[in-house]
């Protein structure tokens, strides 16, 4: 005759394994739904996706359905997003990304162009303009505002010649 502390224990095991099944259907369904905004413009809103890949603080990621939740600060660098037929990439400067249980992923950046828009002469310009300023900064809040600059700059300049 079961105990009711064995009975205890094997109603929490069906219910975990029951709520698991379920998230995980739930998620398969209905594929990833992205949410992609700035200040001043929504990008995406609630729109099915593939697959989107950030640059994070804590590294690289691809994003899919039922990846697990999360939230990750972006740093400067490409968000891609991949949808059935189309791959767009955008440079962000950074912000967060939130990966919730229902595979909604919601992006929140503070800047974000598409990388096309970039011209690889002008950020190689940049980008030795602003490396010239921070050898020759005189006080330490030069120095970290040059050393900020170049760090976008490096990061944009990779991005367009990844495009």
């Known amino acids: 005759m079961p105990t009711s ?9 069906q219910f975990r394994t029951t709520r ?3 998230y995980a259907t739930e998620a398969a369904s209905s594929g990833l739904r992205l949410t992609f905004a700035v200040p001043h413009q929504t990008l995406f809103k609630d729109v099915s996706v593939t697959q989107v ?9 691809g994003i899919l359905a039922s ?31 939130t990966m919730n ?4 992923l919601n992006i929140n950046a503070v800047e974000a162009f598409p990388v096309e828009e970039f011209s690889a002469e002008t950020v190689r310009h940049n980008l030795a303009e602003a490396q010239r300023l921070s ?13 900020i600059e170049v760090e976008v700059l490096e990061s944009l300049q990779a991005a367009i010649l990844a495009k």
């Open 5 to 13: 502390k064995s009975r205890w224990r094997d109603n929490q095991t």
């Open 20 to 22: 698991l099944r379920s």
């Open 53 to 61: 890949n950030i640059a994070a603080v804590s590294g690289d990621m």
């Open 67 to 97: 990846h697990v939740p999360s939230i990750e600060q972006l740093r400067p660098g490409v968000v891609e997003v991949i949808e059935a037929t189309t791959t767009k990439k955008f440079f962000v400067s950074g912000g967060f990304a």
């Open 101 to 104: 249980p229902d595979s909604t």
């Open 135 to 147: 050898n020759s900064a005189a006080t330490e809040e030069e120095k970290l505002a040059a050393k």
